[in-house]
């Protein structure tokens, strides 16, 4: 089993920045992690991707240029740097990992991808 607690979540103007922390316990090693964000009355959808070894990285279009994820295998963290945020950002964000002996879903662009997720923290940008 997999743990995983988001923080650093908060509210902002458009144009600053928020870093969102994911920091991962239990059963840690995991393969591709990746932060979903969800906003009222819409669909959980991806934000960005990374696999275990940090070579394959993705962003949604909406947000490539002005966020950054990362991970940290040694410390058990995935970070998302975002910056320049925009009211349309304002949703919950959520920490997502696939576990290495998941069997289900190859779409790492949806949620049925992974198996693991953490409880949300809520970003606000406002205008």
Known sequence: QVQLVESGGGLVQA???LRLSCA???RTFSNTMGWFRQ???KDRILVARINLT???IYYADSVR???TISRDNAKNMLSLQMNNLKPEDTAVYYCAARGLSYSGSYDF???SGYNYWGQGTQVTVSS
Do not use: E, L
Request: contains cysteine; proline residues 11%; glycine residues 28%.
């Open 24 to 26: 991962a316990s239990g």
């Open 109 to 111: 662009q949806s949620p």
């Open 54 to 56: 940090c070579s394959t």
């Open 39 to 41: 906003a009222p009355g």
């Open 15 to 17: 144009g600053g920045s």
């Open 65 to 67: 240029g002005r966020f």
